[in-house]
């Protein structure tokens, strides 16, 4: 039987009724429209659904809407400030870290918790931080160099 | 006159980097239509079986299923390039992905759950699952549609010679004899298989929201398929997530979907899950090679014979064509004076094989360069230097009589040789680190066309140009993004010859109703050929803006430049605004619109009928020196440097190039190490990526690219093909590597640490 619950996604506060098996995943596609969160594998092997719960990376295809209840969700759609591209999405343009595009949100995600937590990450630690998000298009080298040009970015900003 | 190039060669990112970082882009699964459907497919339980009955009154009752199919209820054709494989199965199943009934519900999970529904009795029977064993006479048929000129079993044999190979066997002084096994791999694409359907009952017209490489060709396809008229359906193209030649061929999901959609008469979509992707996607053609080459005393390489045993599947796509890549190596990499070349595709009840980026190219590289090393180590000799004295030159024609009319084969390999800093005297012994602990460096080459190649009746694509009032430029081309970054190749070609901004200039490329004819995304063949279509519309465009400016200007058309949106007199210095003379034509006499169309057809030709001929305007060439680091307590290998000098004739964006170069070498890297889909009597063992293992970022080593500019007089500023090439000599230089360092025998891949330590073992 549906529930109804009320999800934060990107500061604004929707109430949805799911069933109790929907993923975080199908909610935020199927039932707001944010079709930004990709969904890959269902089964949290390759990383294109990330959306950050609280600002930890989680994978949205292995968390139920209704575990997401009470918590802060950012997607992909609520990384750009209004028009702005965010620091981290403007490296991932400029460096040329997206091919099909498809991994592109759920690394920018990734990529945004790694640089909260750890504002200055050597090529090792970004290397084990994307880890859990596949890409078949670009090798990484450029995703990884990305994630550096970020980091200088945002340190810039602040 | 001449200028410099002020776009091209510059480092410029993605046209549409910016909607894909954004998550606006829609892919397949996100399209969403009006009253749309949810469509789901039963495949079979049993890889080999009669299917004795169908019954699908269940799901039909199970409430939001609007419609349910079976092979009974369609009109339909079969698909595929031998025409071999039913849309939905009568009768029989021949592997385990085929298709047997379909559903379309108002939700995805409904249609699931209605597909567990229907009830399916079978009378299970013993397969095939080894080609040998398909080839033996009393093997029974395998595919009832086909009937094998050789053997009943044969889907498509291919034979190739040239030169007199008994004398070359003579004149060798070492002969290597090597049977090479390689596996199924397969795409990975990130986005699974997606397809939207929308027939309309009102006008019959059928638009299909789908993620093909080929256009055109899967337009004709489909309306053959539904005995529709071509014209009556659209193709529109997602973005699309991935492609690397799964999408070169049409499978049942589509025409299913389709199918479903005139069912119902309302939109219907059909997307996989990821074990469906591993299951119902196509794979790299597992083969066994047999490969014989010879060398005379003083390294000349001799003759080399191919037998190829290839594992079709149960259904012949395109990817059983192949061999026609495959031999172009075997024949023609290195100087050859002779070649046989003998492969049969063989149907088996495996999954069947398609195209994959390469396409039969990593296997016979594979086969040559191995073979290359063991030639070297007999004879005495460098295996840098045996490369290097059998390199292919500038203005070779080859036994195949493919024209190399710029190669930078042997700078490729002298680059890589430098910069890995390999010498003659770095041997196993010079690699030893320490007991536990080896390092080697291995080589390999690789030749591909690049520019285009002709194996359909037309190898061209059409391009249609509008400049409007405002000075903003539309390019309609026939050829396709999928991810590759063409949009953006010819966006900046287009730039550098209007002297416009990149922010000027939008490409259309995804709607068959719009865009004209183009053969699709293969054979890297896009920049080549759809930057030829574009420099010759551009230039019909310039024609025009270039009388009516000189006009305007009181000088002679030679002496216009276009920069920075104005077209200038380089003699009195005036120049006016581009759109400016655009308004000048269209609002005054001659009134007309500043819109053109070109189509572009590749000079190379058709093979003949013994597989001879000039197939591609030109060929790209690579080398890759790889260093490795094994681990000989545990068979980990470690990937420490690849080098890759490859001819692209010329850089036209260097950031989409160093793309393609890394994201095909780390794909290399994946058929090296680590990818094989595993099959036991027909089923799939490892349908997804905790079993199928593919490269992640803690893997990937340092990848140093070199490009080698050629120039190429065809190509578009001089440059070719680029795409599929990086990713063709990784697996054989990363195995050569290995053998330089421990010196056990390899040949079959992947080579994992399981094979490694056994390997050790077993020469210990």
């Known amino acids: 039987m549906k529930r109804i619950i009320h999800l934060k996604v990107n500061g604004l506060d929707h109430e949805i009724a799911v069933e109790p098996r929907r993923t975080l995943a199908e909610a935020l596609r199927i039932d707001l429209g944010l079709t930004g969160t990709r969904i890959g594998c269902s089964i949290g092997d390759c990383g294109a659904c990330t959306v950050l719960i609280d600002g930890v990376p989680s994978f949205s295809c292995l968390t139920l809407a209704v575990e997401?209840?009470?918590?802060?969700?950012?997607?992909?759609?609520?990384?750009?400030?209004?028009?702005?591209?965010?620091?981290?999405?403007e490296a991932f343009v400029e460096v040329g870290a997206i091919q099909c595009g498809f991994c592109t949100p759920g690394m920018v995600l990734s990529t945004l918790a790694l640089l909260d937590y750890n504002p200055d990450p050597t090529e090792d630690e970004i290397r084990r931080a994307l880890s859990g998000n596949l890409c078949r298009c670009t090798?990484?080298?450029?995703?990884?160099?990305?994630?550096?040009?970020?980091?200088?970015?945002?340190?810039?900003?602040? | 006159m001449k200028k410099d190039l002020k776009v091209i060669g510059k480092p410029t990112p993605k046209l549409d980097a910016r909607i894909r970082a954004s998550g606006q882009a829609v892919y397949g699964q996100d399209v969403v239509l009006p009253n749309m459907l949810h469509g789901a497919i039963l495949r079979t339980k049993y890889p080999v079986a009669d299917i004795v009955s169908i019954d699908v009154s269940k799901a039909m009752q199970l409430p939001g299923v609007v419609a349910v199919i079976t092979g009974d209820d369609i009109n339909a054709n079969n698909i595929n390039y031998k025409r071999d494989n039913p849309v939905l199965k009568r009768g029989r199943v021949n592997c385990?992905?085929?298709?047997?009934?379909?559903?379309?519900?108002?939700?995805?999970?409904?249609?699931?759950?209605?597909?567990?529904?229907?009830?399916?009795?079978?009378?299970?029977?013993?397969?095939?699952?080894?080609?040998?064993?398909?080839?033996?006479?009393?093997?029974?048929?395998?595919?009832?549609?086909?009937?094998?000129?050789?053997?009943?079993?044969?889907?498509?044999?291919?034979?190739?010679?040239?030169?007199?190979?008994?004398?070359?066997?003579?004149?060798?002084?070492?002969?290597?004899?090597?049977?090479?096994?390689?596996?199924?791999?397969?795409?990975?694409?990130?986005?699974?298989?997606?397809?939207?359907?929308?027939?309309?009952?009102v006008d019959k017209r059928l638009t299909l929201y789908c993620v093909t490489q080929i256009p055109f060709l899967f337009q004709r396809d489909m309306a053959r398929v539904l005995n529709m008229a071509p014209s009556d359906?659209?193709?529109?193209?997602?973005?699309?997530?991935?492609?690397?030649?799964?999408?070169?061929?049409?499978?049942?999901?589509?025409?299913?979907?389709?199918?479903?959609?005139?069912?119902?008469?309302?939109?219907?979509?059909?997307?996989?899950?990821?074990?469906?992707?591993?299951?119902?996607?196509?794979?790299?053609?597992?083969?066994?090679?047999d490969l014989t080459s010879g060398a005379d005393s003083k390294g000349k390489f001799t003759f080399r014979e191919a037998r190829i045993i290839m594992d079709n599947g149960a259904y012949t796509s395109w990817g059983a064509t192949t061999p026609f890549v495959m031999m172009q190596t075997f024949s023609s990499m290195y100087q050859l004076p002779a070649c046989i070349f003998d492969a049969k595709a063989v149907y088996t009840n495996n999954v069947y094989a398609g195209s994959f980026r390469g396409y039969g190219n990593p296997q016979a590289t594979f086969a040559v360069e191995r073979n290359i090393d063991l030639?070297?180590?007999?004879?005495?000799?460098?295996?840098?230097?045996?490369?290097?004295?059998?390199?292919?030159?500038?203005?070779?024609?080859?036994?195949?009589?493919?024209?190399?009319?710029?190669?930078?084969?042997?700078?490729?390999?002298?680059?890589?040789?430098?910069?890995?800093?390999?010498?003659?005297?770095?041997?196993?012994?010079?690699?030893?680190?320490?007991?536990?602990?080896?390092?080697?460096?291995?080589?390999?080459?690789?030749?591909?066309?690049?520019?285009?190649?002709?194996?359909?009746?037309?190898?061209?694509?059409?391009?249609?140009?509008?400049?409007?009032?405002?000075?903003?430029?539309?390019?309609?081309?026939?050829?396709?993004?999928?991810?590759?970054?063409?949009?953006?190749?010819?966006?900046?070609?287009?730039?550098?010859?209007l002297g416009i901004d990149l922010k000027n200039i939008k490409v259309i490329n995804t709607d068959t109703d719009i865009k004209p004819w183009d053969v699709g995304v293969h054979a890297s063949r896009t920049t080549f050929v759809a930057g030829n279509s574009l420099l010759g519309a551009l230039k019909l465009l310039k024609?025009?803006?270039?009388?009516?400016?000189?006009?305007?200007?009181?000088?002679?058309?030679?002496?216009?430049?276009?920069?920075?949106?104005?077209?200038?007199?380089?003699?009195?210095?005036?120049?006016?605004?581009i759109d400016k003379v655009v308004r000048e034509i269209h609002f005054k006499p001659p009134n007309e619109l500043c819109a053109v169309y070109y189509y572009y057809e590749p000079g190379s030709e058709f093979q003949d009928k013994y597989y001879k001929g000039n197939v591609s305007d030109t060929y790209a060439f690579a080398a890759q020196a790889i260093e490795v680091e094994v681990d000989t307590y545990t068979g980990n290998i470690k990937v420490l440097d690849i080098h890759v000098a490859?001819?692209?004739?010329?850089?036209?964006?260097?950031?989409?190039?160093?793309?393609?170069?890394?994201?095909?070498?780390?794909?290399?890297?994946?058929?090296?190490?680590?990818?094989?889909?595993?099959s036991e009597k027909g089923y799939i063992l490892n349908p997804n990526f905790h079993d199928y293992k593919i490269p992640t970022s803690v893997d990937i080593p340092n990848i140093h690219f070199y490009p080698v500019e050629t120039n190429d007089p065809y190509g578009p500023y001089g440059a070719k093909g680029v795409g599929e090439a990086p990713l063709i000599p990784t697996a054989p230089a990363i195995a050569n590597a290995i053998v330089d360092a421990i010196g056990i025998r390899i040949v079959d891949l992947p080579i994992t640490p399981e094979k490694v330590l056994k390997a050790l073992k077993n020469d210990a």
């Open chain 2, 375 to 497: 030639l070297a180590e007999k004879l005495g000799m460098d295996k840098f230097e045996i490369r290097l004295k059998n390199a292919n030159y500038k203005d070779e024609l080859t036994g195949q009589e493919m024209k190399f009319i710029s190669c930078g084969h042997k700078e490729a390999l002298e680059i890589v040789s430098d910069k890995s800093g390999y010498s003659p005297c770095h041997s196993r012994e010079g690699g030893n680190l320490s007991n536990r602990y080896k390092r080697g460096i291995g080589f390999a080459s690789m030749l591909h066309v690049g520019g285009g190649a002709k194996i359909y009746p037309s190898d061209g694509c059409g391009t249609n140009l509008k400049m409007d009032d405002f000075g903003k430029l539309t390019i309609i081309t026939g050829s396709s993004e999928i991810g590759q970054g063409s949009e953006t190749v010819l966006a900046m070609m287009a730039s550098e010859e």
């Open chain 2, 646 to 678: 490859q001819d692209v004739g010329k850089v036209i964006n260097p950031l989409g190039l160093a793309g393609q170069i890394e994201g095909g070498v780390v794909m290399g890297m994946g058929y090296a190490l680590l990818e094989e889909l595993y």
């Open chain 2, 233 to 289: 359906i659209r193709i529109i193209q997602t973005v699309i997530g991935g492609g690397f030649g799964s999408k070169l061929d049409m499978y049942p999901y589509e025409p299913i979907c389709a199918l479903l959609s005139m069912e119902t008469g309302r939109p219907v979509q059909i997307t996989f899950d990821r074990e469906e992707e591993f299951i119902a996607s196509p794979t790299r053609q597992k083969m066994t090679i």
């Open chain 1, 139 to 158: 090798g990484y080298q450029k995703i990884i160099d990305a994630v550096k040009d970020a980091a200088r970015r945002m340190k810039e900003l602040s």
């Open chain 1, 68 to 89: 997401a209840e009470g918590h802060e969700i950012l997607t992909i759609e609520g990384v750009a400030d209004g028009n702005k591209l965010h620091p981290v999405q």
């Open chain 2, 543 to 577: 024609e025009k803006l270039s009388n009516k400016a000189a006009q305007l200007l009181k000088t002679e058309i030679d002496d216009l430049v276009y920069e920075d949106g104005l077209i200038e007199s380089t003699t009195s210095g005036e120049s006016f605004k």
């Open chain 2, 96 to 201: 385990i992905r085929d298709e047997i009934a379909a559903v379309a519900a108002v939700t995805r999970e409904i249609a699931q759950e209605a597909v567990k529904l229907i009830e399916v009795k079978y009378n299970v029977k013993e397969g095939i699952f080894d080609p040998f064993e398909a080839l033996k006479d009393d093997a029974p048929q395998i595919n009832e549609f086909v009937k094998g000129d050789q053997h009943i079993n044969i889907a498509h044999p291919f034979y190739y010679e040239h030169g007199d190979i008994e004398a070359q066997k003579r004149k060798s002084a070492v002969i290597i004899k090597t049977r090479f096994e390689l596996p199924r791999m397969t795409h990975c694409c990130l986005a699974p298989c997606a397809i939207t359907a929308d027939y309309s009952n």
